[in-house]
Protein backbone atom coordinates (compact mmCIF):
# COMPACT_ATOMS: atom_id res chain seq x y z
CA UNK A 1 0.00 0.00 0.00
CA UNK A 2 1.43 3.36 -0.91
CA UNK A 3 1.31 6.06 1.26
CA UNK A 4 0.91 9.36 0.15
CA UNK A 5 0.62 13.27 1.82
CA UNK A 6 0.52 16.50 0.45
CA UNK A 7 2.09 19.45 2.45
CA UNK A 8 1.17 23.24 0.84
CA UNK A 9 2.78 26.35 2.52
CA UNK A 10 1.59 30.48 1.30
CA UNK A 11 2.01 33.33 2.36
CA UNK A 12 1.46 33.18 6.21
CA UNK A 13 4.79 32.12 8.02
CA UNK A 14 4.66 29.29 8.71
CA UNK A 15 1.74 27.34 8.87
CA UNK A 16 2.07 24.99 6.44
CA UNK A 17 -1.47 22.11 5.52
CA UNK A 18 -0.87 18.82 5.13
CA UNK A 19 -3.28 16.41 3.21
CA UNK A 20 -3.52 12.90 2.82
CA UNK A 21 -6.64 13.28 0.56
CA UNK A 22 -9.28 12.07 3.30
CA UNK A 23 -8.08 14.29 5.85
CA UNK A 24 -6.41 17.62 6.62
CA UNK A 25 -3.88 18.67 9.38
CA UNK A 26 -1.76 21.89 10.24
CA UNK A 27 1.93 22.13 11.04
CA UNK A 28 3.12 25.32 12.86
CA UNK A 29 6.49 26.88 14.32
CA UNK A 30 5.51 28.86 18.02
CA UNK A 31 4.98 32.72 17.59
CA UNK A 32 8.59 33.00 19.33
CA UNK A 33 10.14 31.42 16.28
CA UNK A 34 7.71 33.67 13.75
CA UNK A 35 4.72 31.41 13.12
CA UNK A 36 1.31 31.65 13.90
CA UNK A 37 1.64 28.79 16.41
CA UNK A 38 -1.49 27.01 15.27
CA UNK A 39 -0.54 23.77 15.41
CA UNK A 40 2.24 21.20 16.19
CA UNK A 41 6.04 21.70 14.52
CA UNK A 42 6.97 19.21 12.69
CA UNK A 43 9.16 17.76 15.12
CA UNK A 44 5.66 17.15 17.53
CA UNK A 45 4.46 15.29 14.44
CA UNK A 46 6.98 13.44 13.86
CA UNK A 47 7.16 12.19 17.37
CA UNK A 48 3.32 11.73 17.71
CA UNK A 49 3.50 9.35 14.60
CA UNK A 50 5.82 7.26 16.81
CA UNK A 51 3.91 7.67 19.84
CA UNK A 52 0.36 7.04 17.99
CA UNK A 53 1.96 3.58 15.81
CA UNK A 54 3.34 2.47 19.01
CA UNK A 55 -0.05 2.65 21.27
CA UNK A 56 -2.04 1.46 18.02
CA UNK A 57 0.14 -2.02 17.40
CA UNK A 58 0.46 -2.37 21.31
CA UNK A 59 -3.46 -1.93 21.32
CA UNK A 60 -4.10 -3.97 18.51
CA UNK A 61 -2.00 -6.73 19.73
CA UNK A 62 -3.04 -7.61 23.43
CA UNK A 63 -6.96 -7.27 21.81
CA UNK A 64 -5.93 -10.06 19.25
CA UNK A 65 -4.41 -12.00 22.44
CA UNK A 66 -7.37 -10.40 24.39
CA UNK A 67 -5.08 -9.53 27.08
CA UNK A 68 -6.20 -6.92 30.01
CA UNK A 69 -4.60 -4.03 28.19
CA UNK A 70 -6.75 -1.47 29.59
CA UNK A 71 -4.19 1.40 27.83
CA UNK A 72 -1.05 2.89 27.00
CA UNK A 73 0.69 5.88 27.24
CA UNK A 74 3.40 7.02 25.57
CA UNK A 75 6.02 10.01 26.15
CA UNK A 76 8.48 10.62 23.72
CA UNK A 77 11.13 13.25 23.31
CA UNK A 78 13.92 13.98 20.85
CA UNK A 79 17.69 14.69 21.32
CA UNK A 80 16.68 15.21 25.23
CA UNK A 81 19.99 15.64 26.38
CA UNK A 82 21.32 18.03 23.79
CA UNK A 83 21.57 17.11 19.95
CA UNK A 84 24.40 13.89 20.03
CA UNK A 85 27.42 14.40 18.32
CA UNK A 86 25.90 12.23 15.68
CA UNK A 87 22.54 11.11 14.61
CA UNK A 88 19.40 11.75 16.50
CA UNK A 89 18.06 10.63 20.00
CA UNK A 90 14.53 9.91 20.58
CA UNK A 91 13.38 8.58 24.07
CA UNK A 92 10.26 6.62 24.43
CA UNK A 93 8.74 5.76 27.62
CA UNK A 94 5.76 3.37 27.51
CA UNK A 95 3.13 2.98 30.43
CA UNK A 96 0.96 0.36 30.21
CA UNK A 97 -2.09 0.25 32.19
CA UNK A 98 -4.25 -3.01 33.09
CA UNK A 99 -2.99 -6.63 35.13
CA UNK A 100 -0.80 -7.69 32.85
CA UNK A 101 1.69 -10.42 33.71
CA UNK A 102 5.80 -9.96 33.74
CA UNK A 103 6.20 -11.51 30.31
CA UNK A 104 3.02 -9.99 28.84
CA UNK A 105 4.24 -6.94 29.82
CA UNK A 106 8.21 -7.80 28.49
CA UNK A 107 6.35 -8.95 24.86
CA UNK A 108 4.44 -6.26 24.51
CA UNK A 109 8.00 -4.40 24.79
CA UNK A 110 9.72 -6.19 22.29
CA UNK A 111 5.91 -5.73 19.58
CA UNK A 112 6.81 -2.00 20.76
CA UNK A 113 9.89 -1.79 18.89
CA UNK A 114 8.32 -3.72 15.92
CA UNK A 115 5.56 -0.87 14.81
CA UNK A 116 5.58 -0.23 11.47
CA UNK A 117 6.86 3.97 12.08
CA UNK A 118 9.57 2.65 14.62
CA UNK A 119 11.10 -0.11 12.06
CA UNK A 120 10.88 3.90 9.50
CA UNK A 121 12.73 5.64 11.82
CA UNK A 122 15.06 2.83 12.67
CA UNK A 123 16.11 1.67 9.30
CA UNK A 124 18.63 3.42 6.58
CA UNK A 125 15.73 6.10 4.75
CA UNK A 126 16.79 7.75 1.63
CA UNK A 127 14.66 10.43 0.78
CA UNK A 128 14.71 11.67 -2.85
CA UNK A 129 14.41 15.54 -3.50
CA UNK A 130 13.25 16.45 -6.97
CA UNK A 131 11.93 19.91 -8.50
CA UNK A 132 8.55 19.68 -10.21
Do not use: F
Amino acid sequence: MTIEVSTRIGSTPYTATNSDGTHEWLADEPAALGGADRGPTPDHLLLSALGSCTSITLRMYADRKQWPLQGVEVALALNPDGKPAEGTRITRNIRLLGELSDEQRERLLQIANACPVHKILSARIDIASALV
